[in-house]
């Protein structure tokens, strides 16, 4: 798939055993040095080895940093900095982020900043990458909100063995699913019909399909970003399930569910408004059917009051003053949005939670 941005453009590579298409994409920027850096559980797995293909032809040094979302900090930033700086890493060195969204995330930043800029390579190992690796943000969060200090940098590639995702466990790959899932409903109806019938499980799927899932949501997220790479408009659709979502995952604390469950949940009952207000065509009871046997969550969590969610979603930072901005669908395929005062939000989002 490629990725065309206003100033760049560039290739995302979809296979199995790539890691030859990663030395060579390398050898475009003649590095002097490149800086792998991945985390402690994907190092375990995969470290040594992209190490010691990549140590072949460059010179080439690796950096950890702890598994999970709080090393999106400002301290794994700075060590990661100290550490290229002490290295005597320059402004001809490259970045490989390997990892999941976080490792892009965290080592984008530093690549876009580092000597104010050096080329980075994201080599995605979780099935929610299909998602972070495209579109160009970069970002550590910061203690008053996640995310809050970033920049848009885009890789020179991305190489996305799905090897690598063999070794995930389940309830991540479900995560990165949701997102898939979400890139069909927001703009192709064929992949939705195609998950449909060829992922009844999340178990064993098969690679065929893995890989066509992949570059079918990374060609939407592609397209979406592509007309709007600095949001400021259409790029908003990818919030389908996300307002929702976002509030679920905020109020219950980050970490007690994962992303994609709460953008499941989100996009189920974003699906059932669509469906009250916009289309009673849509296949709601089907897609919480099928959510049901993939092992997601349809409900939100009874510990949480619908005031306190809807609370959270007003405060969000995207929302308008006392209003929420729901982004719902026409069709399969085809997004639209809708603006509710709190109130009216209110009371839709209870009559939903009684139904359930
Ligand atoms: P992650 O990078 O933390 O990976 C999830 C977990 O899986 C981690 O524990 C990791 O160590 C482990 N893991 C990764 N690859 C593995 C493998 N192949 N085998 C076994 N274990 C493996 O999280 P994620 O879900 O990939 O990404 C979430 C992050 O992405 C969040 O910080 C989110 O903000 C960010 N994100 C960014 C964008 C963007 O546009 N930049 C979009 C969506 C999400
Ligand atoms: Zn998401």
Redesign the pocket.
């Known amino acids: 798939v490629t990725i065309q941005t206003t100033s760049d453009r560039y290739d995302v590579l979809v296979g199995k055993g790539l890691i030859n298409d990663l030395i060579t994409l390398l050898e475009t920027v003649s590095p002097s040095k490149v800086l792998i850096v991945t985390?402690?559980?994907?190092d375990q797995?995969?470290g040594d080895e992209v190490l010691q293909k990549v140590s072949e032809h460059f010179h080439a040094l690796k950096y950890v940093v702890k598994?999970?979302?709080e090393?999106?900090s400002f301290e794994a930033y700075y060590d990661i900095q100290t550490f290229a700086l002490q290295n005597e890493f320059d402004r001809k060195s490259a970045l490989i982020a390997l990892?999941?969204?976080?490792?892009?995330?965290l080592a984008?930043f530093v690549a876009a900043t580092f000597m104010r800029g050096i080329p980075f390579i994201q080599v995605?190992?979780?099935?929610?990458?299909h998602?972070?690796?495209?579109?160009?943000?970069?970002?550590i969060?910061h203690p008053e909100g996640?995310?809050m200090i970033?920049a848009f940098y885009q890789p020179i590639g991305v190489i996305y063995d799905i090897n690598?995702?063999?070794?995930?466990?389940a309830d991540?790959f479900r995560?990165?699913f949701a997102?898939v899932v979400k890139h069909s409903f927001i703009r192709n109806e064929e992949l939705y019909q195609f998950l449909l019938e060829n992922v009844p499980t999340l178990e064993n799927v098969s690679d065929t399909v893995l890989q066509k899932m992949i570059i079918e949501g990374i060609k939407v997220k592609a397209e979406v970003v592509s007309e709007d790479e600095k949001e400021l408009g259409v790029r908003e659709i990818l919030n389908f399930g996300h307002t929702l979502g976002h509030a679920i995952e905020a109020e219950l604390g980050y970490g007690k569910i994962?992303?994609?469950d709460g953008v499941a949940i989100g996009m189920l009952f974003a699906l059932s408004l669509s469906k009250q207000l916009l289309n009673e065509e849509l296949p709601y009871e089907q897609l919480k059917q099928w959510f049901k046997q993939l092992g997601f969550p349809t409900k939100v969590p009874d510990e949480l009051s619908t005031e306190q969610l809807i609370n959270r979603m007003k405060r969000d930072k995207k929302s308008l003053s006392n209003k929420i901005k729901m982004i719902l669908l026409q069709s399969i395929g085809v997004t639209t949005s809708k603006v509710f005062t709190s109130d009216q939000l209110e009371s839709y989002l209870n009559e939903w939670r009684q139904e359930e």
């Open positions: 985390d402690s559980v994907v797995y995969f598994s999970g979302e090393s999106k990892g999941g969204g976080v490792i892009g995330d984008g995605p190992t979780t099935l929610l990458a998602d972070s690796a495209v579109g160009g943000k970069v970002a969060n996640k995310n970033g690598y995702l063999a070794t995930l466990p991540e995560s990165g997102e994962s992303h994609g």
